[in-house]
């Protein structure tokens, strides 16, 4: 069964960084498009980046462009999401998803797993 996990997340004070990874299970996650999703208390999901495997490009969310990026590290299965100068408003849930594609834009990432994801909290 294909499963994901999240690690990485936690408290940091804002301008500070944090690697959040995404760990695949009874699958290569090499082979699929990665979603990065991010949900606040309140509020609805929001696409991060999305990093389609045949072309190897990755779309960013304009608020985050510049601040995050995304890399893969296939003998660990895993993928990251480097974050840069954090802000307090990217305070979140955040998942990583596969077993689908990458859409037109991040917000139409259709994947059919879900992580159950990491806290990132970002304040002074």
């Known amino acids: 069964q294909l499963q994901l996990v999240e690690s990485g997340g936690g408290l940091v004070q804002p301008g500070g960084s944090l690697r959040l990874s995404c760990t695949g299970h009874g699958v290569t996650l090499n082979y699929y498009d990665i979603a990065w999703f991010r949900q606040a208390p309140g509020k609805e999901r929001e696409g991060v980046s999305c990093?389609?495997?045949?072309?190897?490009?990755?779309a960013y969310a304009d608020s985050v462009k510049g601040r995050f990026t995304v890399s893969r590290d296939s003998a660990k299965n895993t993928v990251f999401l480097q974050m840069n100068s954090l802000k307090p408003e990217d305070t979140a849930i955040y998942h990583c998803?596969?077993?689908?594609?990458?859409?037109?834009?991040?917000?139409?990432?259709?994947?059919?797993?879900w992580g159950k994801g990491t806290v990132v909290s970002v304040s002074s």
């Open positions: 998803g596969a077993g689908g594609e990458c859409g037109a834009n991040i917000n139409s990432a259709d994947m059919n797993y």
């Open positions: 990093t389609k495997i045949s072309s190897e490009f990755t």
